[in-house]
């Protein structure tokens, strides 16, 4: 987590540097997942010492779609091009119940994503649409265990700058494929989280 930190403040301060040469905006960027943070998923198993009749259903999922908000930073260049990089806290919502159980035991898992995108902005008047791709890394900590999730995706999405006076509204969907996650062996009923995730977020800058 430390060095993804240190890693977006140079990033941020190599980007100052830049704005002698091209502009650089600074904000805010937040919105809603769409997607589940975990899959929906069900298994059964048989306690040890137990017969085939008394089996155990798990039941896995997401009860709520989860938040993201953060800072970014975008350079922009010549030619319509740019170089967006944000820092977004999310926290993962999950939830099991066993059979039997009236009410589900949920956790919840704090994470930051970092996106560092390459932004192509058509040229249009007042609002332009865009569309942006590269490298996604996350930082988990909580109960669910960080180390077994996947830290490393790709993203992409598509948006439109909206110019009002001296503020920019983007709206924009953006989809992340994370990689496996580390599940440990043996495990039962592990959390498998969504790899496939899109998220509805709307950012402000100057």
Same mark, same amino acid.
């Given at each position: 987590?430390? %060095?993804?930190?240190?890693?977006?403040?140079?990033?941020?301060?190599?980007?100052? !540097?830049?704005?002698a040469q091209f502009p650089v905006s600074v904000g805010v960027k937040?919105? $809603?997942?769409?997607?589940?943070?975990?899959?929906?998923?069900?298994?059964? =198993?048989? @306690?040890?010492?137990?017969?085939?009749?008394?089996?155990?259903?798990?039941? !896995?999922?997401?009860?709520?779609?989860? =938040?993201? $908000?953060?800072?970014?930073?975008?350079?922009?260049?010549?030619?319509?091009?740019?170089?967006?990089?944000?820092?977004? =806290? %999310?926290?993962?919502?999950?939830?099991? $119940?066993?059979?039997?159980?009236?009410? @589900?035991?949920?956790?919840?898992?704090?994470?930051?994503?970092?996106?560092?995108?390459?932004?192509?902005?058509?040229?249009?008047?007042?609002? %332009?649409?865009?569309v942006d791709a590269g490298p996604s890394f996350r930082h988990t900590?909580?109960?669910?265990?960080?180390?077994?999730?996947?830290?490393?995706?790709?993203?992409?999405?598509?948006?439109?700058?909206?110019?009002?006076?001296?503020?920019?509204?983007? @709206?924009?969907? %953006?989809?992340?494929?994370?990689?496996?996650?580390?599940?440990?062996?043996?495990a039962i009923g592990p959390p498998h989280s969504n790899q496939n995730?899109?998220?509805? /977020?709307?950012? /402000?800058?100057?």
């Amino acid at each position: 987590m430390l %060095r993804m930190a240190w890693g977006f403040g140079i990033l941020c301060l190599a980007s100052a !540097n830049a704005s002698a040469q091209f502009p650089v905006s600074v904000g805010v960027k937040g919105g $809603v997942a769409v997607t589940d943070a975990f899959e929906n998923t069900t298994s059964s =198993y048989i @306690p040890p010492g137990f017969t085939l009749n008394s089996s155990i259903t798990v039941h !896995n999922d997401s009860p709520s779609k989860d =938040y993201l $908000v953060g800072p970014f930073i975008e350079l922009r260049l010549p030619f319509g091009l740019g170089v967006e990089a944000d820092a977004l =806290y %999310r926290q993962l919502d999950f939830a099991t $119940v066993q059979s039997g159980d009236t009410t @589900p035991f949920r956790i919840y898992d704090s994470t930051w994503e970092f996106p560092i995108l390459a932004k192509y902005r058509f040229k249009l008047p007042i609002a %332009r649409p865009y569309v942006d791709a590269g490298p996604s890394f996350r930082h988990t900590q909580g109960p669910l265990d960080g180390d077994t999730l996947s830290h490393y995706g790709f993203a992409a999405g598509a948006g439109v700058d909206i110019k009002a006076l001296f503020l920019h509204i983007s @709206p924009e969907m %953006r989809y992340t494929r994370w990689g496996s996650d580390s599940i440990p062996g043996g495990a039962i009923g592990p959390p498998h989280s969504n790899q496939n995730q899109a998220e509805f /977020l709307v950012g /402000l800058s100057f």
